[in-house]
């Protein structure tokens, strides 16, 4: 059970005085209920009031092995040792390319700091190569913070998003001039028939078509199978790309991401998250012939801290495990006791709800009984039941994200014993929700 709160409500009160709302990313802002974290180790954070918390937050997604997990961290702090940052190449990112290509299927690779960054860059290099300047984009998909993809996101209002054939682009941030959503077409997550009928519209103007292959920002919505397959089709009919977000389910969803998983091949994709166990590193990959459009007077494509000493050994060291132990199996084990506890739990409380997503990363929605197929439909769950069982959790020490939108996450070292903790604790916070309704 979280104790005292008080030194984290006092540096929270100091953090509002030097930084907006406290915080470097928006969405680490939780109100007056901000947590203030100090340290990591394998499944479990500590505040700095000192309580212990089981993470299933993994810091949006990127710890797949475990905080500070010692192979990585040994590994970079002695790769360090020698530099961190030359205005050259080095060995460890030709072996980390080398790997990376052989995980993934794609066949070039140019590493970035950021998801954003290298969805932007894909975005690039699907213009460049098509000649074409359009793009679609899906409701509830989010793909970083750059401008021409700051639209009806996972923080849309769902119901301003306009008529279901006509959606309204929603603008999701101040400070982006208008004339940007004139290259935007945004459209429903899983509806063939209406992505095929705007390609038969206007799918000579389109350059590219980027989705996230769950709905990794809205409640891991998963895609219809038969829908990807034809979006594959149809882009390959008009001659348009297909770029694949694989921030959140590259390395995790399998070590050839999405496109492994689902069976479905994009022509570029954005890496980030899992890829360096929490370091800041990405990577945009994809087909040779799409990949040469890169170069010097051609695509730009770079930036200081591509491929630094400490990113690429992490994901070198990251990927390495990967291919060579049996991790990714091992978590959808532990994913899938915690699902089918889970699930157990809520049955017996006779609680309507829904488990989306994979062992390694799903959402917990609550009221219904469906599973939601787009953004829309993601509106049925009741998010605010949910937020009373997430600030239970939260109260026993289970970090979870108390808005069901954001997944959790499950790493190699979310052992048995840790799943076996969080169901007890998980029982104990149905039944103060549940237990007088
Ligand atoms: C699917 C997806 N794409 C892109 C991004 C942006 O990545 P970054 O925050 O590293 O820029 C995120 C971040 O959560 C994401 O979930």
Same mark, same amino acid.
């Given at each position: 059970?979280?104790?005292?709160?008080?030194?984290?409500?006092?540096?929270?009160?100091?953090?509002?005085?030097?930084?907006?709302?406290?915080?470097?990313?928006?969405?680490?802002?939780?109100?007056?209920?901000?947590? /203030?974290?100090?340290? *990591?180790?394998?499944?479990?954070?500590?505040?700095?009031?000192?309580?212990?918390?089981?993470?299933?937050?993994?810091?949006?997604?990127? @710890?797949?092995?475990?905080?500070?997990?010692? %192979? +990585?961290? #040994?590994?970079?702090?002695?790769?360090?040792?020698? *530099?961190?940052?030359?205005?050259?190449? !080095?060995?460890?990112? @030709? %072996?980390?390319?080398?790997?990376?290509?052989?995980? !993934?299927?794609?066949?070039?690779?140019?590493?970035?700091?950021?998801?954003? %960054?290298?969805?932007?860059?894909?975005?690039? /290099?699907?213009?460049?190569?098509?000649?074409?300047?359009?793009? /679609?984009?899906?409701?509830?998909?989010?793909?970083?913070?750059?401008?021409?993809?700051?639209?009806?996101?996972?923080?849309?209002?769902?119901?301003?998003?306009?008529?279901?054939?006509?959606?309204? #682009?929603?603008?999701?941030?101040?400070?982006?001039?208008?004339?940007?959503?004139?290259?935007?077409?945004?459209?429903?997550?899983?509806?063939?028939?209406?992505?095929?009928?705007?390609?038969?519209?206007?799918?000579?103007?389109?350059?590219?078509?980027?989705?996230?292959?769950?709905?990794?920002?809205?409640?891991?919505?998963?895609?219809?199978?038969?829908?990807?397959? *034809?979006?594959?089709?149809?882009?390959?009919?008009?001659? /348009?790309?297909? @770029?694949? $977000?694989?921030?959140?389910?590259?390395?995790?969803?399998?070590?050839?991401?999405?496109?492994?998983?689902?069976?479905?091949?994009?022509?570029?994709?954005?890496?980030?998250?899992?890829?360096?166990?929490?370091?800041?590193?990405?990577? +945009?990959?994809?087909?040779?012939?799409?990949?040469?459009?890169?170069?010097?007077? #051609?695509?730009?494509?770079?930036? !200081?801290?591509?491929?630094?000493?400490?990113?690429?050994?992490?994901?070198?060291?990251?990927? %390495?495990?990967?291919? !060579?132990?049996?991790?990714?199996?091992?978590?959808?084990?532990?994913?899938? #006791?915690?699902?089918? *506890?889970?699930?157990?739990? =809520?049955?017996?409380?006779?609680?309507?709800?829904?488990?989306?997503?994979?062992?390694?990363?799903?959402?917990?929605?609550?009221?219904?009984?469906?599973?939601?197929? $787009?953004?829309?439909?993601?509106?049925?769950?009741?998010?605010?039941?949910?937020?009373?069982?997430?600030?239970? =959790?939260?109260?026993?020490?289970?970090?979870?994200?108390? $808005?069901?939108?954001?997944?959790?996450?499950?790493?190699?070292?979310?052992?048995?014993?840790?799943?076996?903790?969080?169901?007890?604790?998980?029982?104990?916070?149905?039944?103060?929700?549940?237990?007088?309704?």
């Amino acid at each position: 059970m979280i104790h005292s709160l008080n030194k984290t409500r006092d540096l929270f009160q100091k953090a509002q005085q030097f930084i907006p709302y406290g915080v470097n990313s928006n969405f680490r802002y939780w109100g007056e209920e901000t947590p /203030i974290l100090e340290r *990591g180790a394998g499944a479990f954070v500590w505040d700095v009031d000192g309580n212990r918390s089981i993470d299933y937050r993994l810091g949006f997604g990127p @710890i797949i092995l475990g905080h500070a997990y010692p %192979e +990585v961290n #040994r590994r970079v702090a002695q790769a360090i040792e020698n *530099g961190v940052l030359f205005a050259a190449t !080095t060995p460890v990112e @030709i %072996e980390l390319a080398e790997r990376f290509t052989r995980m !993934t299927g794609m066949d070039k690779v140019r590493l970035c700091n950021t998801g954003g %960054e290298a969805n932007m860059h894909a975005l690039r /290099i699907a213009r460049a190569s098509t000649g074409r300047e359009k793009f /679609i984009k899906f409701e509830g998909n989010y793909h970083g913070n750059f401008d021409y993809v700051m639209y009806s996101g996972p923080t849309a209002q769902a119901n301003r998003l306009g008529p279901r054939s006509h959606p309204h #682009r929603q603008l999701a941030s101040a400070g982006i001039p208008a004339a940007i959503r004139n290259y935007l077409i945004s459209l429903p997550y899983n509806d063939l028939e209406l992505f095929e009928r705007t390609l038969a519209a206007q799918g000579e103007e389109v350059a590219a078509v980027v989705l996230e292959p769950i709905m990794g920002n809205v409640a891991c919505i998963m895609p219809d199978p038969a829908w990807l397959r *034809g979006v594959r089709q149809l882009c390959d009919l008009y001659g /348009i790309l297909l @770029i694949f $977000d694989e921030v959140k389910t590259g390395f995790r969803l399998a070590n050839g991401g999405a496109q492994a998983y689902f069976g479905v091949k994009a022509d570029l994709a954005a890496y980030a998250k899992a890829m360096g166990n929490g370091f800041p590193v990405a990577a +945009v990959a994809g087909r040779e012939a799409v990949m040469a459009v890169v170069g010097p007077g #051609r695509v730009a494509h770079g930036g !200081t801290y591509c491929g630094n000493l400490v990113a690429a050994t992490a994901a070198a060291t990251t990927l %390495e495990l990967l291919e !060579t132990q049996p991790i990714l199996a091992t978590i959808f084990a532990h994913g899938r #006791r915690l699902i089918d *506890g889970i699930q157990t739990l =809520l049955r017996h409380a006779g609680v309507p709800h829904v488990v989306s997503g994979v062992p390694s990363m799903f959402s917990v929605l609550l009221g219904h009984d469906e599973p939601p197929t $787009d953004y829309r439909s993601y509106s049925q769950f009741d998010s605010q039941l949910f937020g009373q069982l997430g600030a239970e =959790l939260i109260r026993r020490g289970v970090l979870v994200d108390d $808005d069901p939108r954001e997944p959790w996450f499950v790493s190699y070292s979310h052992q048995t014993a840790v799943v076996d903790e969080t169901l007890t604790l998980f029982e104990e916070a149905v039944r103060a929700v549940f237990a007088h309704r």
